[in-house]
């Protein structure tokens, strides 16, 4: 079953800004309220790397390379969770995917959106 679904993606210049969204239509509002939510991005030939995660208790964190350009948010009346990007670079440039994960005593539960290509380019 598809969970989550990205959107906002495109082509940008450098400088610009995108506004990433994840929808999570068939979750369950209690479900989506109780995750954490993330952003990870991915290039071809490397691994899928963590930009952003927003825990169901509020607490934010940043890759390093993204802070103060990127910022994750939520609206849980929508079940959207949101990635916005500014001063994009031109090493910003991957596959974009959200992600909710359900923290458990053992393997935590997690689903992945399909992903959303941002370009940066002149």
């Known amino acids: 079953q598809v969970q989550l679904v990205e959107s906002g993606g495109g082509l940008v210049q450098p400088g610009g800004s995108l506004r990433l969204s994840c929808k999570a239509p068939?979750?369950?509002?209690?479900?989506?309220?109780?995750?954490?939510l993330g952003w990870y991005r991915q290039t071809p030939g490397k691994e899928r790397e963590l930009v952003a995660v927003?825990?169901?208790?509020?607490?934010?964190n940043y890759t390093d390379s993204v802070k103060g350009r990127f910022t994750i948010s939520k609206d849980n009346s929508r079940k959207t969770v949101y990635l916005q990007m500014n001063s994009l670079k031109p090493e910003d440039t991957a596959v974009y995917f959200c992600?909710?994960?359900?923290?458990?005593?053992?393997?935590?539960?997690?689903?992945w959106g399909q992903g959303t290509q941002v370009t940066v380019s002149s």
């Open positions: 992600n909710s994960r359900r923290r458990t005593n053992h393997d935590d539960i997690v689903y």
């Open positions: 068939r979750m369950i509002l209690s479900v989506f309220t109780a995750n954490d």
């Open positions: 927003l825990t169901s208790g509020g607490e934010i």
